[in-house]
């Protein structure tokens, strides 16, 4: 049985255990290597049909932050889920199933907990879409979403979309503007770290 009928048929905590077999674990953390996570999501974006894929998928990454608590955790924190979601999801940019990646987006943005899997989302699919109008649609309900990673996801956008689309960056900084008197510490964070690679770049950042 491969992991995309254990996906199908909700049997999560078997395709989880598969991830994890699959992975080899870095040396000094014991957490599963993330270049093997990616490795692995290649091969099953071949195998997957988004379409097909959408809701066990969106269901898969709700499983792996479940219990919000363990999230402190990272090798307790299934963080293998959400990162193979996301490699699965970048790997089809390049197939074009542009209009399942935003519906499985919308799904999940919101059960974004943790600052890995904030960033690697913006790092490694946003920061690839922000030539589609859908993507600004979903910054515009995410920065005022009552959970603050996903409040965070446009403004992580902006240190990739530096090297993805340049010319996109002005459309993002609007975002960086909204959360500039934020107190809360994951969008300090942001907001700083997006400011220092905009001026590494000559960007104009005054807000």
């Not at 340049?166 to 907001?191: F, G």
């Amino acid at each position: 049985m491969n992991i995309c009928t254990l996906l199908k048929s909700g049997n999560f905590q078997n395709a989880l255990e598969f991830i994890r077999k699959n992975c080899r674990k870095s040396e000094v953390h014991r957490l599963t290597k993330t270049s093997d996570i990616m490795k692995l999501a290649k091969v099953l974006s071949k195998e997957l049909n988004l379409s097909e894929c959408k809701k066990p998928l969106i269901n898969f990454w709700k499983f792996s932050v479940k219990d919000e608590k363990e999230l402190v955790f990272a090798v307790k924190s299934k963080r293998e889920v959400r990162l193979l979601i996301i490699g699965i999801l970048s790997e089809n940019i390049n197939h074009g199933r542009i209009k399942e990646i935003f519906e499985i987006l919308k799904e999940v943005a919101p059960f974004v907990f943790d600052w890995e899997t904030c960033d690697q989302l913006a790092s490694k699919v946003l920061s690839k879409l922000l030539r589609f109008e859908e993507e600004y649609r979903l910054f515009d309900s995410w920065i005022d979403h009552p959970n603050v990673w996903t409040r965070r996801l446009p403004i992580s956008t902006i240190p990739p979309a530096l090297k993805f689309c340049q010319e996109c960056v002005s459309d993002l900084l609007p975002y960086l503007k909204k959360i500039s008197n934020s107190k809360e510490k994951p969008l300090r964070r942001a907001y700083n770290w997006a400011k220092n690679e905009l001026s590494k770049f000559g960007v104009d950042i005054t807000l």
